[in-house]
């Protein structure tokens, strides 16, 4: 009876010698560790080939999970502040052109939908083209914006895609007339965004590409100043 509790003791000093806690760290670096304090800030550990060593002390903001001896597990939450950080920026924007020069030129109103990063944007334009002090037509349409700082501000460029109806004026020798036509225009827009605040930007663009009805050709481009509100 005496050897039984001997070996039972000594089997239950080597379990609690062995027992310990693993550290599972955001790098993939995984340490064998007894855990002597966790906090909302940070834990502090020995790591098990050292246990007289010194004890380690180390933020969560480091940590994935740690996996307890009793086989429990307490998990960390995802460090998001980087995330927030890098999206500061506002993903819907409302556009206005305030000037506007050119040939067959438009002036938009436009909605933008930013991803998530702000390196892309699609923007949804309609549109007013004028030639001279007359209208010559409505669209609407797609930019496709690529941004290079990304977080949608800095120069963009992109293809640019509109249907609508135009003013086709056809001049012979013997007779003038015009009809209006339904008219899809394929072209490429270049810009500068400058954001201002989180709400309030100021947008540079050049625009330039062809109108066609199917039947005739034409060309237009224009350069706009206008003002963006953010949402």
Same mark, same amino acid.
């Given at each position: 009876m005496k050897k039984l509790l001997i070996t039972i003791t000594l089997v239950l000093m080597a379990k609690s010698l062995n027992a310990q806690d693993k550290i599972y760290f955001k790098d993939g670096v995984?340490? /064998?560790?007894?855990? @002597?304090?966790?906090?909302?800030?940070?834990i502090q550990y020995? $790591?098990? /080939?050292? $246990?007289? *060593?010194?004890?380690?002390?180390? *933020?969560?903001?480091?940590?994935?999970?740690i996996a307890y001896e009793n086989g429990s597990q307490q998990v960390?939450?995802?460090d998001i502040s980087s995330k927030n950080s890098s999206n500061e920026f506002r993903q819907d924007r409302l556009y206005l052109d305030l000037i506007n020069y050119g040939r067959n030129g438009a002036t938009s109103i436009s909605y933008e939908r930013l991803n998530d990063d702000g390196s892309r944007g699609i923007e949804i334009p309609f549109s007013v083209y004028f030639d001279g002090v007359d209208i010559e037509g409505y669209t609407l349409g797609a930019n496709l914006k690529f941004y290079l700082k990304k977080? %949608?501000? *800095?120069?963009?460029? !992109?293809?640019?895609? $509109?249907? *609508?109806?135009? /003013?086709?004026?056809y001049d012979s020798y013997y007779s003038f007339s015009y009809s209006t036509d339904f008219t899809a225009y394929l072209g490429l827009k270049l810009g500068y965004q400058f954001q201002l605040s989180r709400l309030? %930007? @100021?947008?540079?663009?050049?625009? !330039? !590409? #062809?109108?066609?009805?199917?039947?005739?050709?034409? +060309? #237009? +481009?224009?350069?706009n100043l206008g003002m963006n509100f953010s949402f």
């Open positions: 995984t340490v /064998d560790a007894k855990i @002597l304090v966790v906090s909302e800030s940070v020995k $790591r098990m /080939d050292n $246990r007289s *060593g010194p004890t380690f002390e180390i *933020g969560v903001s480091k940590i994935d999970k960390f939450k995802k977080q %949608g501000k *800095g120069f963009h460029y !992109g293809p640019s895609i $509109r249907l *609508g109806v135009f /003013d086709w004026y309030f %930007g @100021l947008n540079l663009n050049a625009n !330039g !590409g #062809g109108f066609s009805n199917f039947t005739e050709f034409d +060309y #237009g +481009y224009s350069a």
